[in-house]
C-alpha cells in the first residue's frame, strides 16, 4: 500500500478564500473543520512550491513494491519527506542511497489524510557536483600552469615490457580485463599488481602510495593505474590533487585507464597516454610487441630475399659464363685454336720447306760449279759461305717459331679468361657430382651421404654430403 | 659472428635494419655480402628470444612490500562472471 495510491481527495472548498482576506481585520471567530484547514494548507503550499529546488541528503531511502521512491531529505536541522515515481526514477543514471547528497527538482504536495507534505521529485542529481567541478576546474588550471600537461613530457612506452605494474582494485572488472587482455595477447607478460582502493575516503592517497610501491619493484617498466567504470564520484580518486601529482611524477612510462571512453579525470591528463578502459591499456601496452614481431618478421624476410637475390644472380652469372665457356664452348673454342695452330705450323713448315729447297737449289748449283771450275780454290769460300747460310736459315727459323709461340700463348691466355676455371681464382668453387659429369646446381638433387667433388682454384675436394637444406 | 656486441633488443633492430639495408643495395663483395647475412639471422634470432624471454607471470605486491602469487580467482581464463 502506498500513500499515492490513496487519492488526493477533495476540490477547493469555496470557504477557504474568504478568511484570508478577514484575518488582517478584527480576529473574528471562523472555525474551520481539519479538512478545510489541511485543504488550505494544500492550496497555498502547492500554488506557492510547484516548482523548487531542494538540496540535502537522503536517508530512509526504500523503493516499494509499486515501483516508487520514498525517501527523507535532511541537512543539519530539518528534515522533508519526500517520493519519486516510477517513471521519473527510470530515467536517473545512478541510484540513490541513503547519505548521499542530492539535489532534487520537484513540487511539494500535501497528503489529507495524514496532514503530511513531501516533495513529489521529478528529478535528481548527485548533489555537491557543482563544488566537485569547482575543485576539479581549479586543481586542472593549477597543473596545467606548472606544465604538467605538456606533451613534451609524455614518454613512450617501452619496446618490450619486461613486467607490467598495475596499480588498481581486484575486486573491480578492471584487473580481470587486463588479465584476460595479456594473456590473450602475450602469453609470457609477467603482472605485477598493487591492490589499491580506488573509491572512497583516502582512495587517491591509497593510489598515490601504491604507484610509489610498484616502481620500487626490480624489472618493472610500465605501470598501468586505474580502475572500471562509475559514478563521476566513483572516479573522484583519480581527480585529486595526491593521486594526480603521484602520476605526474612516476618515474616510469605510465598508462591510466580509468572508467570508460567517456569518463576524463585529471589522471588522463598528466599520464604518458591515456587508455579509455583499463582493457585498452592492456591492448597498447601489447601492442608494442605486435608491431616489433611483424616488424621483425619483415626484415627477416627481407634478409632472405637479398640473398635469394644474389644467389640468383650469381647463378645466372655462372650460367652465362657456362654457356660461354662451358666444355662443349671450350672444346669448340680449343679446336678453332688448334685448327689455327695447325695452319701456323704447317705454314712454318712450308716456309721452312720452301727456304731448305732454295738453299738446295743454290748449293747444287754451287756443287756444280766447284765440281766444274777449279775446286781447291774455291772450296775455301764456299765452305765459308755455306757456313753462313746455313746460320742465317737456323736464326730465320728461331724467329718464325718465337713469333708462332707468342701468339699461340696470347691465344691460350684469352682462352684461359674465358674459363670456368679463371672463376675459381676470384673465390668461387664448383660442385660436381660424385662420377664428375655433371655440376651441381640444385642441393636436392644430392642426399646424404653422396659423394661430390668440389672444384677451387688451386686441387679439388672429395666430399661427402653431411645434410641437405 | 661475434656474439655479444648486441646492446639491447632496440639497438639490435636497428643494426638489423642497417644491415638489410646494406645487403639490399646490393654490389657488396660475396664474403661481405655472406657476413652481413649471417649477422642479420644472429640478430633477428636475437630479438625473437627477446620475445619470447619474459616470464608469464602474475604477482601481488602486498602492503609490506613483498610480491606472492596471485590469487588463483583472479587469473582463471574462465572466471569473467566472477564480481565480488
Not at chain 1, 477533495?10 to 481585520?25: D, I, L, S
Not at chain 2, 656474439?3 to 632496440?10: G, H, Q, R, S, Y
Amino acid at each position: 500500500m502506498s500513500l499515492f495510491d490513496l487519492p488526493f481527495e477533495e476540490p477547493e472548498p469555496e470557504a477557504a478564500a474568504e478568511p484570508t482576506r478577514t484575518r488582517a481585520r478584527a480576529p473574528e471567530r471562523r472555525v474551520h473543520t481539519v479538512s478545510e484547514l489541511t485543504a488550505r494548507i494544500r492550496t497555498l503550499l502547492e500554488e506557492e512550491l510547484f516548482e523548487i529546488w531542494v538540496e540535502g541528503e537522503i536517508s530512509n531511502c526504500r523503493v516499494w513494491n509499486t515501483g516508487h521512491l520514498y525517501f527523507t531529505l535532511k541537512d543539519g536541522s530539518a528534515q522533508v519527506k519526500g517520493v519519486m515515481f516510477r517513471s521519473a526514477l527510470r530515467l536517473l543514471k545512478f541510484t540513490p542511497k541513503d547519505g548521499l547528497r542530492v539535489v532534487a527538482r520537484g513540487r511539494v504536495s500535501v497528503y489529507d489524510p495524514k496532514g503530511e507534505y513531501q516533495i513529489v521529485c521529478e528529478h535528481l542529481e548527485p548533489g555537491g557536483l557543482g563544488a566537485l567541478q569547482l575543485a576539479y576546474d581549479q586543481l586542472k588550471e593549477r597543473l596545467a600552469k606548472e606544465g604538467l600537461f605538456d606533451a613534451r613530457r609524455k614518454r613512450t612506452l617501452p619496446a618490450l615490457p619486461r613486467k607490467i605494474g598495475v596499480v588498481t582494485s581486484l575486486d573491480g572488472a578492471a584487473i580481470r580485463d587486463i588479465i584476460k587482455v595479456l594473456r590473450r595477447r602475450y602469453a609470457n607478460a609477467h603482472v605485477v599488481i598493487r591492490p589499491v582502493r580506488v573509491q572512497g575516503e583516502g582512495a587517491a592517497l591509497d593510489i598515490a602510495r601504491g604507484l610509489a610501491a610498484i616502481v620500487k619493484v626490480k624489472g618493472v617498466d610500465v605501470v598501468i593505474v586505474g580502475r572500471g567504470g562509475g559514478s563521476m564520484e566513483d572516479l573522484w580518486a583519480f581527480n585529486e590533487e595526491v593521486a594526480v601529482r603521484a602520476i605526474a611524477g612516476c618515474p616510469l612510462p605510465i598508462i591510466s585507464a580509468v572508467g570508460h571512453e567517456t569518463d576524463v579525470t585529471l589522471a588522463d591528463f598528466v599520464a604518458d597516454l591515456r587508455a579509455p578502459t583499463p582493457s585498452a591499456a592492456a591492448e597498447m601496452v601489447v601492442a608494442r610487441k605486435d608491431e616489433f614481431v611483424s616488424r621483425i618478421d619483415r626484415l627477416e624476410g627481407r634478409l632472405d630475399g637479398s640473398m635469394h637475390n644474389r644467389r640468383h644472380r650469381l647463378e645466372s652469372r655462372l650460367r652465362a659464363l657456362d654457356a660461354r665457356a662451358g666444355l662443349g664452348g671450350a672444346r669448340g673454342r680449343l679446336a678453332m685454336h688448334g685448327r689455327h695452330v695447325g695452319e701456323l705450323s704447317h705454314e712454318l713448315r712450308q716456309a721452312i720447306r720452301a727456304r731448305i729447297a732454295a738453299r738446295e737449289r743454290k748449293y747444287q748449283s754451287l756443287r756444280l760449279a766447284l765440281e766444274t771450275f777449279d775446286l781447291r780454290r774455291r772450296l775455301g769460300g764456299l765452305r765459308t759461305r755455306l757456313v753462313a747460310g746455313d746460320g742465317h736459315l737456323a736464326a730465320v727459323r728461331a724467329r718464325r717459331r718465337h713469333a708462332l709461340d707468342a701468339r699461340l700463348g696470347a691465344a691460350l691466355a684469352r682462352l684461359e679468361s674465358l674459363s670456368p676455371l679463371a672463376v675459381l681464382a676470384r673465390g668461387y668453387a664448383v660442385c660436381w657430382n660424385g662420377d664428375r659429369t655433371q655440376i651441381v646446381r640444385d642441393a636436392s638433387a644430392l642426399s646424404i651421404g653422396d659423394q661430390v667433388t668440389v672444384t677451387v682454384q688451386r686441387g679439388e675436394l672429395a666430399c661427402e654430403v653431411k645434410d641437405v637444406r | 659472428m661475434s656474439a655479444d656486441t648486441i646492446k639491447d633488443f632496440e639497438a639490435a633492430i636497428a643494426e638489423l635494419e642497417a644491415v638489410v639495408k646494406k645487403l639490399e643495395e646490393g654490389d657488396l663483395p660475396l664474403e661481405e655480402s655472406l657476413r652481413l647475412y649471417e649477422r642479420g639471422v644472429h640478430l633477428s634470432r636475437f630479438c625473437h628470444a627477446q620475445l619470447e624471454e619474459a616470464e608469464r607471470r602474475i604477482e601481488i605486491l602486498n602492503e609490506r612490500g613483498h610480491l606472492q602469487p596471485a590469487p588463483a580467482t583472479l587469473t582463471s581464463e574462465d572466471d569473467s562472471q566472477g564480481k565480488r
